[in-house]
């Protein structure tokens, strides 16, 4: 069974994201990024999403499966504010769990929250080459321009509907759901000795 919900600021969400992002292969965090990264990049990115996820200029959704324990994350889509109008959506799916129509429901989650915030205009850039990602943006109504290997797809959403704000919070209910089986799970000693310690909760093994 998959669940999707609005991830919420957490430590265990932070490492749900690395884990997921550790089981891609090579090729799918080239594609992801549109160029190879190191493992030390990506643990620098996932800090970043939750700087921006606590500015307000980020949200993230994600599909958790239940089958397993704990419950792993095995896909989310980004969405980042641009200014005042416009917004950028990029999506990953683990491999074991594709096929599954997992980005076209986080892609309807994350047009949901655009569409209730007035945004103008969403954008996904990508390699030319990424098929999926191409495929999936095709099929809900984007318009793509190819140039030099990349593509950029645009979509201008909806305005806000009883359908889209239902959507929005039916996914952030199951998110502080979520977060509050995390809370129950946090060793709260740790917790505030990293709080003080200046990394807000959130470790990193340092080598």
């Not at 996914?171 to 740790?190: P, R, V």
């Amino acid at each position: 069974m998959l669940i999707f919900e609005e991830i919420q600021y957490s430590r265990f969400a932070h490492d749900q994201i690395i884990a997921l992002f550790s089981r891609l292969s090579d090729e799918d965090i080239r594609l992801r990024f549109a160029h190879p990264v190191s493992r030390e990049y990506i643990d620098d990115y996932v800090d970043n999403i939750f700087d921006g996820m606590l500015s307000g200029n980020r949200v993230i959704y994600g599909a958790f499966n239940l089958h397993m324990m704990p419950e792993d994350l095995v896909g989310i889509i980004e969405v980042t504010k641009i200014g005042n109008n416009a917004a950028e959506i990029a999506l990953v799916v683990d491999e074991n769990f594709r096929g599954m129509k997992i980005g076209s429901t986080l892609l309807q989650k994350a047009m949901a929250w655009i569409s209730n915030r007035y945004i103008d205009k969403v954008y996904s850039l990508c390699l030319t080459e990424n098929s999926p990602m191409m495929k999936l943006v095709r099929k809900n109504g984007f318009t793509i321009t190819s140039s030099y290997g990349e593509s950029e797809a645009i979509k201008v959403p909806l305005n806000p509907t009883f359908f889209s704000i239902s959507k929005e919070m039916e996914a952030k209910f199951y998110g502080m759901t979520g977060l509050l089986t995390d809370l129950g799970k946090t060793n709260w000693i740790e917790f505030w000795k990293n709080f003080y310690g200046g990394n807000n909760g959130i470790t990193k093994d340092k080598k």
